[in-house]
């Protein structure tokens, strides 16, 4: 997929170019301190194109988005801030958007968002006045043709590379593509996917994305989390919704000595990424290290993903 760039995006830069693109992620912290973000920025520095920033993940408390990426343009890369539909209603959202675009921001990925159920306030009210698809589309109708979704003109378009997560493993798995075809509808640019470790199923979805021309309208990134042991295997079989670990996997961590699990989880991660890129319609990858960011140039290099392009 070509075309002209709509914004100074240099992740969109990158896939319009139809280079193979990379994203890594950072969390934020759990407290006001600039300096660990600073810190993880520096470990993740021209390791990929852009940077997830994630908006209070799996609903627990941490640094807001829109100042953790600021955080990270003042470290001289790209963010890609994440917005979920869970905390805010549509003037909220509309606000964020603004002002994260004043400060610098080029890339939003559009969430609804995990239920506060599972996070550190279950007691929460969460909001959900829009969802993710819509969110899409207001940030298009915001940046397209400068408007609110109330109708009124705005004054200075945000001009952001939309977004969105894609998840081919959730149940039901027929509904995965009609899905991901509402989104394109809806003008998500590009599409990140849930972490991918059975790629069997994961060819079946891409077939069928496809077979409907999906991939000529979305640049999609493949996700690729690397296992830091087998006890993170087997929990994110067992506990983490929409997750699809073949048991093969988990008995290749079992059987490896405990001191190499490490290692043979990102050795796995490489072979993933081989793998994604012979496949048709994929655009690139997103290295999801959760809480291991310095391993995602590792991870880069030994897939031959380094040095990374200039724009």
């Not at 912290?29 to 993740?44: E, N, S």
């Not at 990929?48 to 627990?60: C, E, G, M, P, Y």
């Not at 995990?114 to 969460?126: I, L, R, T």
Request: glycine letters at 10%; a positive charge.
């Amino acid at each position: 997929m070509s075309g002209e760039c709509k914004t100074e995006s240099k992740l969109e830069k990158i896939l319009r170019s139809g280079q193979f693109a990379v994203t890594g992620e950072c969390g934020p912290p759990r407290g006001a301190d600039p300096d660990v973000v600073r810190k993880k920025c520096q470990l993740l520095k021209n390791k990929a194109d852009a940077f997830n920033i994630t908006d209070n993940q799996t609903s627990v408390v941490r640094m807001s988005s829109i100042a953790s990426s600021v955080i990270m343009i003042q470290e001289g890369m790209e963010p890609v801030m994440q917005m979920v539909c869970r905390d805010r209603n549509r003037i909220a959202i509309q606000s964020d958007i603004l002002g994260a675009a004043a400060l610098g921001n080029k890339n939003i990925l559009c969430l609804s968002g995990d239920h506060q159920k599972f996070g550190d306030h279950p007691q929460a009210k969460n909001v959900f006045d829009i969802d993710s698809i819509q969110l899409i589309k207001t940030v298009r109708l915001m940046r397209d043709e400068g408007k609110f979704l109330g109708g009124d003109e705005i004054k200075g378009a945000p001009k952001l590379f939309v977004g969105a997560a894609a998840n081919p493993f959730a149940d039901p798995f027929e509904i995965r593509v009609p899905r991901l075809a509402k989104k394109v509808a809806a003008g998500v640019e590009f599409v990140q996917t849930q972490c991918i470790f059975n790629l069997k199923k994961f060819g079946e979805w891409m077939k069928a994305v496809v077979d409907r021309g999906l991939h000529e309208k979305v640049f999609i990134l493949g996700g690729v989390t690397p296992f830091k042991s087998f006890g993170m295997a087997r929990y994110m079989a067992n506990n983490v919704p929409g997750m699809d670990v073949p048991d093969e996997l988990l008995q290749r961590m079992k059987g490896t000595a405990k001191e190499k699990q490490a290692e043979e989880g990102i050795t796995m991660a490489v072979e993933t990424i081989k793998q994604l890129r012979e496949m048709t319609g994929i655009a690139g990858v997103h290295i999801m290290a959760i809480e291991w960011e310095e391993k995602v140039g590792e991870i880069a290099e030994k897939a031959g993903l380094l040095p990374r392009p200039s724009v």
